[in-house]
């Protein structure tokens, strides 16, 4: 078994342990196994089979799709964490998790107790057992105490999942490799078993409206919407003509370049998600839906408000301090700064 990597980051760490294991992968196998994954993300996926099945394919996954969930997830996390800052999950449970992006996250955004005290439990179920595999032997080197202690569970993700009680339950790019109907439990046994619940979803027409179904019944369980949406009413975006979905910048490894062609360093993750609490939040007032445009002397930011609605906001040179954060505000940022600029 490796040691744990000295002490860094979960971000630093996970980077720096993916990259050992691609070196070990041969590359057109890692290429071909990529390939067939991509094709199985960007369609249809059927639910009576684990779309990871060896060895090869969990590390070509790993390599090429977990530093993007991973990017995702800790976005998502990092504005719950915004939202209730007095808070730290007492557990995680990430269902259908299969390496682990989502636990590792929750490790960057929570990171174990500065006293020493015991850290959170941490369970990934999945029903891929190569997966589990993995994502145990990318845990045991972890600087994270929780995740090296982190139990790997294989369950079938479908309507007769049991979940136990906990303070955080993740479901990450999971919900469109269900049906309908097992979409639907999955969620309802997050939201019976935790006190917040963060849902993602690849950053598609398709993943936002699994991210609303998602977001509906969380609602109607109780939960209180803390991100991204300032509000728990009804998603003010008319159905059909546009999706709510951020981006997430993600450094590319050389499998990325490989297998796209691409000479870029980086790439953006699109990804949608909506993360909720049993007791009250203090959502942001407003959120940035788009990229913001700069233009000179002006900043102009499309915003979901607290009011229910979208509107557009143009800060002006003028407003001095309101206008260089603006400036520095980027897509899916709350707005105003948490804490606002004096006048």
């Known amino acids: ?20 294991l691609v070196d070990g992968l041969p590359p057109r196998q890692a290429a071909q196994a990529t390939a067939r994954l991509i094709a199985n993300y960007r369609g249809a996926t059927p639910t009576d089979a684990p779309v990871l099945r060896d060895r090869s394919d969990v590390v070509a996954y790993a390599a090429y799709r977990m530093p993007a969930t991973f990017e995702a997830d800790r976005a998502a996390l990092g504005a719950l964490a915004d939202a209730v800052p007095e808070w730290t999950p007492s557990g995680h449970t990430d269902i259908g998790g299969g390496t682990g992006a989502a636990v590792w996250a929750a490790a960057d955004i929570w990171p174990d107790p500065a006293d020493g005290s015991a850290p959170r439990p941490v369970t990934v179920l ?25 139990r790997w569970r294989r369950a079938r993700i479908d309507a007769a999942l049991d979940v136990p009680p906990t303070g955080l ?20 046994a997050a939201a019976g078993a935790a006190e917040a619940v963060a849902v993602v979803e690849p950053g598609t027409p398709d993943g936002y409206r699994r991210i609303i179904e998602a977001r509906d019944r969380l609602v109607a ?21 546009d999706w709510c979905h951020f981006a997430a910048r993600v450094s590319r490894s050389s499998l990325h370049r490989q297998v796209k062609g691409a000479s870029l360093a980086w790439e953006d993750e699109k990804f949608s998600y909506v993360a909720a609490t049993r007791f009250p939040p203090a959502p942001a007032a407003a959120r940035v839906v788009r990229r913001p ?31 260089r954060a603006a400036r520095d505000t980027a897509w899916g940022d709350p707005w105003p700064p948490r804490e606002d600029p004096a006048p």
Not at 1 to 20: F, G, N
Not at 128 to 137: D, S, V
Request: proline share 9%; with cysteine; aromatic share 4%.
């Open 126 to 150: 999945d029903w891929a057992e190569p997966a589990l595999a993995l994502g145990r032997e990318l845990a045991a080197r972890a600087p994270s105490a929780a995740l090296r202690d982190a």
């Open 169 to 188: 339950v993740t479901v990450s790019y999971v919900l469109g490799e269900l049906t309908p109907a097992d979409r639907t439990a999955v969620v309802d």
């Open 221 to 241: 369980a109780g939960f209180h919407v803390a991100a991204p949406c300032p509000h728990s009413a009804a998603c003010p975006i008319e159905e059909g003509t």
């Open 293 to 323: 445009q700069t233009r000179k002397g002006q900043v102009l930011l499309d915003l979901c408000r607290d009011t229910e609605e979208l509107s557009r906001e143009t800060v002006t040179k003028r407003q001095g301090p309101l206008y």
């Open 1 to 20: 078994m490796h040691a744990p990597l000295s002490p860094q980051a979960p971000a630093e760490a996970l980077r720096a342990t993916l990259a050992e």
